[in-house]
């Protein structure tokens, strides 16, 4: 019946187009059909749903631009692509970088030249103009803000970047929508169809029964998960109150979600990142995040993908426990995932100075699927939140709550001798959680003054460029950009206090990114000789990385091989200069060189390693 109805769906379509989709179609139709039937095999309408979204898929397909069909042959042909040690990204606001998409693509030039070939743009789609969580409470999937230009810009700039070795990548939110997305405004006026499209409830038994057991996320927004709209009702609300969450147990909403998918990986994003995971999926009695079902959705969404845009890759996003995070990591779910731990970990270890929680995370949590890659990041668009296991510290005797108050104290300048100039983000005085908001200059100690500060923020980017994966880079931050504290003069942003480290591009820090006299010209020069010794090194490509036993506390060790290279990574997270002694080279070759700078050393003989230095050491 499938069968019959994608051909009789493709009697206009190109013979040879129609053939590959079939091919694809033959291969990846088992898996997708067994999923589906999973999620909605119980209701009535399921078959119905089913052929409905293989239509979907392959109009998608019919529409989908040449040039991005001769991607998806290169990069079937080549699947490990995005793994290697070339690889560099980069993350910017279009509007606090560039102004616009057409004015960013003047930057491109920029982009090339720095040597990022992965660029992601944050959410660029419609969104409320006052109440838009930074572009995540979407209006439209096929609108962009109209401050920011066209999907034709998108798809302009796109092409750029392709054409200068740069992938595309953007958010994909796919949790919920905007209260003023079409969909939204349906349900609120009641239409029975749309409402299915979210959580609603007429009144407060079901919603008190969920939030028994499901915790709040941005208390200073509301209390609990569920909101009140104007008629009385109650509408699920995981975020903000303007966020309504997508119910996924109706198939309607998977397949017009798959149809928003598929719509932008034809403007020729070749990267999706999908916001929230954790939460898409709600089971009365649980915590409703990480549910079963929640991978079952994200392997359907590949599967359809595999279909119909098959070099689209997903980069997940779950700041949840490290068991969760790695969860989601798959070659048939999210190929590529934030590693928040590693993030956290390397922000921890330099306010203690001690590496035992980030050797332990290297050591036990950073392994992958071979298929399959990190993204490290030395700080996101958000807040920094202290994602360790609490049972992980606890073997190295530590208690998890009393450290991460410790941590937040610390990097929001609230405890004595402190180098951060970082600002708190959604207390919440129920449980004394918290996260910390600012920039990497902020955070380190640039801003300060610290005379550490540069050495530190050095010290964190070479991690993330070596650790495996792909390095991230917050564009302004190779320049040391700055808090931005003006967010507290705009009504709509004052309560939000990520936007301090949302900063509009620092055109001055720019301009002196040469001089070697200045901050910026210092940092700039540090992250060029970086990303140069990146790509020069293939013992960096995939994710196979060993613990390096370095004998200090103080200094983290790490092996990085190909059947190219072996590189050794020593970090120094000391305020003063650490020993590491010469047993601890017994097996490594006598003589390495610092690929960063060129020194050379005979290791035989130990090596004294300055405060806050990096070395990546090979022979």
Known sequence: MILSSLTQAGADFDSHDLASFKERFDEHFPNLFKLFTALYGDR?????????????????????????????????????WFQSNKMIGAFCYVDRFAGDLRKLQDHVPYLKELG????????????????????????????VR???????????????????????????????????????????????????????????RMPDAFERTVREVFPDDHPGAFIQLPDGRWIWSTFHSFQWDLNYSNPAVFNAMAGEMLALANQGVDLIRMDAVAF?????????????EAHLLLQAFNSVCRIAAPSLLFKSEAIVHPDEVVSYID???????????????????????????????????????????????????DDIGWTFADEDAAELGILGFDHRRFLNAFYSNQ??????????????????????????????????????????????????????GIPLLSLGDEVGQLNDHSYLDHPSRASDSRWVGRPFRPDDLYDQ?????????????????LIAARKSAPGLAGNAIAPFPTGNTHVLGYTRSTDDQTI???????????????????ATPPRMTDLITGEAFHVRTGITLPAHRILWLSS
């Open 44 to 80: 009535e309408d399921c078959v119905e749903r089913l052929i409905n979204l293989i239509t979907v898929a392959l109009n998608s397909w019919q529409d989908r631009p040449d040039a991005l069909k001769e991607l998806d042959r290169a990069r079937e042909a080549t699947p490990n």
């Open 415 to 468: 405890f004595e001798g402190s180098f951060a100039r970082g600002v708190p983000f959604q207390f919440n005085p129920k449980t004394g959680d918290c996260r910390v908001c600012g920039t990497t200059a902020a955070l380190t100690g640039v801003e300060a003054g610290d005379a550490g500060g540069i050495d530190r923020f050095m010290l964190l980017y070479g991690i993330a460029f070596s650790a495996g």
């Open 331 to 381: 070659p048939h779910e999210c190929q590529i995932s934030y590693n928040p731990l590693l993030m956290a970990l390397s922000w921890e270890a330099l306010a203690t100075r001690n590496v035992a929680l980030l050797d332990q995370a290297i050591t036990m949590r950073q392994a992958l699927d071979p298929n399959c890659a990190w993204v490290n990041y030395v700080r996101s668009h």
């Open 513 to 529: 990114r040469h001089d070697p006299n200045t901050t910026a010209g210092q940092i700039f020069a540090g992250m060029q000789r």
């Open 568 to 586: 050794h990574v020593l970090a120094n997270f000391a305020d003063d200069p650490q020993d590491i002694l010469a047993q601890h080279f017994i």
């Open 146 to 204: 109209s401050d920011l230009g066209t999907m034709e810009d998108v798809r302009a700039l796109a092409d750029l970047l392709r054409e200068n070795g740069i992938s595309l990548v953007a958010d994909f939110v796919f949790n919920h929508t905007s209260n003023e997305h079409e969909w939204a405004k349906k349900a609120a006026a009641g239409d029975p169809e749309f409402s299915d499209y979210y959580w609603i409830f007429d009144d407060r």
């Open 280 to 292: 898409i999926w709600k089971r009365l009695g649980t915590t409703c995040e990480s549910q079963p």
């Open 116 to 143: 990022v070939t992965y660029l992601h743009l944050m959410p660029f789609f419609d969104c409320p103009k006052e109440r838009s969580d930074g572009g995540y409470a979407v209006s439209s999937y096929r609108d």
